[in-house]
């Protein structure tokens, strides 16, 4: 008997000795993961035969191929996230139904951490700047190769710091056996002359000179906002004026970006202790953690600057930044959209 396949093409009724032979071979191969070649000597055929057995099988619906990732996990929207942005990883996750509208659920710390498992070698250097969802993952390690942890940023109040940044470098350089280069001092100070002056102290320019050595890096994203923004709510109620009329729209590691990608407000930088963006862009990998729909528009806008390279999110957020204007430039290209 012959008929059609459902797409159109002609199907031989397979009798039972071809079905024997099509379901060992494909064993073979899906299972043993031996190679067509090596099935082709086994069974005294050419591998061009094993080839179109092996197709026919899968037509015939004796191998049924599933793909199937944790369900927190959505592979559809972390493929297309990282294409549309030209991302090397993005990770999308399930937002928890009772956080949807909450910026960065730990449920993302948990997954970057599992990914800095993956993402770090032996030897690397490790930056962790301040954030929330940062210490989120510090606390969700559970597996790291022995490497350097240092403190890319000071910390949103001194008076934290065993709760914040410090805790999450001592927490990975633990969890990883290397050194962790701590910083203890806060991310903004007065005036600039301040800043300068803690950078030259022994401990934070001890930090400060694995910057340029960060091969992995983790940061966080926040939007323009009371509650989602560490630099906002640093701020003076004055210099938040400031720096809205100059259209900024998100910052990460106390940079300002507009809605474009540029940055914007880069005075601020002066009386900051933190990673320069030149730095930031020259790390191989930088991992941004970033969720919730509020914090949308501030992760397009970190993205299209080019200083990450791979994002874990949520779909909260993921589905908002599917449709967020025009397609990106790939964020893999990263020259300065500002110029040189």
């Not at 094993?50 to 944790?70: F, Q």
């Not at 600039?192 to 934070?204: E, S, V, Y």
């Not at 030149?278 to 806008?301: C, M, N, T, W």
Request: hydrophobic share 45%; proline share 5%.
């Amino acid at each position: 008997m012959s008929g059609m396949t459902a797409g159109g093409r002609s199907a031989v009724r397979m009798g039972p000795a071809e079905l024997v032979q099509a379901a060992a071979m494909a064993r073979r191969f899906y299972l043993e993961g031996k190679s067509k070649i090596q099935i082709a000597e086994e069974f005294g055929v050419s591998r061009f035969k094993v080839a179109r057995v092996l197709e026919t099988a899968l037509e015939r619906d004796l191998v049924r191929i599933e793909i199937r990732v944790p369900a927190e996990l959505d592979a559809e929207r972390s493929d297309a996230l990282r294409a549309r942005y030209g991302l090397r990883h993005a990770v999308v996750v399930e937002s928890p139904a009772e956080a949807e509208d909450s910026p960065d659920p730990e449920n993302l710390g948990e997954v970057a951490a599992d990914l800095l498992g993956e993402l770090v070698n032996e030897g690397d250097v490790l930056g962790l700047a301040w954030g929330r969802s940062t210490i989120h993952m510090a606390a969700a390690l559970d597996r790291l190769p022995p490497c350097t942890v240092v403190q890319l940023t000071g910390v949103y109040d001194a008076g934290t710091a065993e709760r914040g940044s410090v805790e999450a470098v001592r927490r990975a350089a633990q969890v990883s056996g290397g050194d962790a280069h701590p910083i203890y001092a806060p991310m903004l100070l007065p005036d600039a002359a301040t800043a300068a002056a803690l950078r030259n102290q022994t401990g934070i320019a001890r930090a400060f000179e694995y910057f340029d050595k960060v091969t992995v890096a983790c940061v966080s994203i926040g939007s323009w906002e009371a509650g989602i923004s560490t630099v906002h709510d640093m701020l003076s109620d004055e210099e938040r004026a400031h720096y809205a009329s100059l259209g900024v729209a998100a910052e990460m590691s106390a940079h300002l970006f507009n809605a474009e990608g540029r940055r914007v407000g880069r005075d601020l930088g002066e009386r900051c202790i933190t990673v320069k963006a030149d730095q930031l862009r020259r790390i191989p990998e930088v991992v941004a953690i970033a969720g919730g729909a509020r914090k949308a528009a501030a992760i397009d806008a970190v993205l299209r600057s080019g200083l990450v390279t791979s994002l874990v999110t949520d779909t909260s957020a993921a589905d908002v930044l599917m449709t967020a204007g025009p397609t990106p430039r790939p964020a893999l290209n990263r020259a300065d959209p500002d110029g040189p």
